[in-house]
């Protein structure tokens, strides 16, 4: 790894300036996954993926792992083992449903050519509902709000429905989600609820283990 960003800036021929590559780790580490289909993070995916080596070591100091997905062309950080931080529960059983909805269409071979699983707004909240023991929060700007958190690390985002359908909008799950929740990170919510994530049929959730 170079001792600063200069040393690949200064490489003959490098494109970019000293600030492109400190932008570029800072918006890998702070939206965790970026795809070269998207405007905003295309440059960065570019230059992370031309200066592997230099990336991966960054972010291992951090105890962080890069990955790449060639097929869909995105790249995206996770912990590398140690303690794991804690995020909202309302979030994580939104996110645990969006797992199990992309495992589902997956398996069926129903994903977008860039690798999406496309879901309405009904499907996601029968999911979670046999999932979770719970109702979802079925006002559209409590999903809307939960989907641009998702949005901004690369995992799910809100699209347009269909023609002719009455729902709002649809919910594109991003494949990058495969990779943030990954089974290390679902051994964290016990052996039981990992083997319901990973089934091919929405089941639902012990008592426990959604106990708030």
Not at 52 to 77: H, K, P, T
Not at 108 to 125: K, N, P, R, S
Not at 169 to 189: D, H, K, Q
Request: one cysteine or more; proline letters at 5%.
């Amino acid at each position: 790894m170079p001792r600063d960003w200069k040393a690949l800036a200064d490489v003959p021929g490098s494109l970019y300036v000293e600030s492109d590559f400190k932008n570029a780790m800072y918006q890998l580490v702070v939206q965790q996954c970026l795809y070269l289909r998207q405007r905003d993070h295309a440059v960065a995916y570019r230059l992370i993926s031309a200066n592997r080596e230099a990336y991966e070591e960054a972010v291992a100091l951090m105890g962080l792992r890069l990955g790449f997905n060639e097929r869909y062309e995105f790249c995206c950080v996770t912990q590398d083992g140690g303690a794991q931080a804690p995020i909202d529960l309302q979030e994580t059983l939104f996110l645990l449903t969006l797992r199990q909805l992309y495992h589902v269409r997956a398996t069926g071979g129903d994903l977008t050519a860039d690798g999406d699983a496309v879901v309405g707004i009904a499907e996601f909240e029968e999911s979670y509902k046999a999932l979770c023991l719970r109702d979802f929060d079925a006002r559209a700007d409590s999903l809307r709000a939960l989907l641009k958190a998702a949005s901004r690390h690369g995992l799910a985002r809100a699209v347009d429905a269909p023609e002719g359908d009455p729902q709002p909008f649809a919910i594109a799950i991003l494949p990058g989600i495969v990779e943030v929740l990954s089974e290390y990170a679902l051994n964290r919510f016990g052996a039981d609820l990992k083997a319901r994530l990973i089934s091919t049929e929405p089941t639902a959730l012990p008592p426990e283990a959604v106990a708030s």
